[in-house]
């Protein structure tokens, strides 16, 4: 391995045993980050360790776990962004999912749109790597079996909610490894040499920084913003006389009128999205709807 520190950002469901992962690979026994076996999360903000696995020094970025509602709303995105966009020396992505509970769906989702969000248009995927965890030494026969299984079902899942960004190809190139994290705090076990094969394949990327420069997270739904606006059409006259005679005491009666005007009022909506770098992206201005009348403008 590399002498050089490397970086990692730990993304995964509650309960996945993300935090213990990241505990291992800066040589820590549950000490640095909070390790639970409980159902909510137990990170509530994205924080950095660093340490050193093997002969690797290392900085393992926590992240609060897919699930927990309270802690995933925009300041908390805000945070994250920027922690990720200040640390120079973050080269990849790792995913945590329970090889006993394969199920991907709509958190996954979310945090693979998220990285897409925060790198739009560029190679992002190439820094993702999934880690299976609670893969015990003495289930190996049947984690093997597994292996095909689990890969073949996650780029299934890449399948149905990226295709339009991933190709069935480089879904397929997305590393994956089987790990216990405890096991791996042991030298000479599996778990030990996947993690070993997984800080090898970190230290062959660039650093995001580098490959990957920006960083623009949505903050939310897009906000639905409305304005109306004239539209001036054509005018008509109407005049009239005072009185049927043609002459008053006073000379010629005058005459009356008024002047109309057709005026439309439009009424318009566009989107705004915000971003935790503090830009703003807008939709066209899309009529939705428009009332006329006539005004008078003028009359005698």
């Known amino acids: 391995m590399a002498n050089s520190r490397i970086g990692l950002v730990a993304f995964g469901e509650v309960g996945t045993g993300k935090s213990t ?29 660093e340490g050193r696995y093997g002969n690797q020094d290392t900085l393992l970025i926590d992240t609060p776990g897919l699930g927990d509602a309270e802690r995933n709303d925009a300041a908390h995105l805000v945070q994250m962004a920027r922690y990720i966009k200040e640390n120079q020396l973050i080269r990849g ?14 958190r996954e989702r979310r945090l693979f749109e998220l990285i897409s969000s ?19 030494t003495v289930m190996y026969n049947q984690i093997e079996q597994w292996k095909s299984e689990r890969k073949e079902g996650f780029v299934r899942f890449i399948e149905k909610y990226f295709n339009k960004e991933i190709t069935k190809e480089q879904a397929n190139s997305i590393p994956h490894y089987f790990i216990d994290s405890i096991e791996a705090r042991n030298n ?8 070993c094969h997984l800080l090898a394949w970190v230290g062959q ?13 949505k903050l939310g739904e897009p906000k639905i913003e409305k304005r109306n606006r004239l539209e001036y059409g054509a005018t008509r006259t109407e005049t009239w006389k005072s009185g049927s005679r043609r002459y008053g005491l006073f000379g010629p009666r005058k005459g009356h009128g008024r002047t109309y005007q057709t005026q439309t009022t439009i009424y318009e909506e566009r989107t705004c999205q915000e971003y935790t770098d503090g830009s703003k992206e807008y939709s066209d201005w899309k009529k939705v709807n428009s009332v006329s009348n006539e005004v008078v403008i003028n009359s005698w």
């Open 21 to 49: 992962l990241c505990n291992t690979l800066i040589g820590s026994n549950g000490k640095a980050f909070v390790e639970s076996e409980r159902t909510e999360s137990q990170t509530l903000e994205t924080i950095g360790k």
């Open 93 to 106: 992505f790792i995913m945590t999912i329970n090889v006993h509970c394969p199920r991907l769906g709509d």
């Open 118 to 136: 925060m790198y739009p248009g560029s190679p992002w995927f190439k820094h993702i790597a999934v880690v299976w965890t609670r893969c015990y």
């Open 188 to 195: 000479n076990t599996s778990s030990y040499i996947e993690l």
């Open 205 to 217: 990327l660039k650093t995001i920084k580098e490959e990957l420069p920006e960083i623009k997270v």
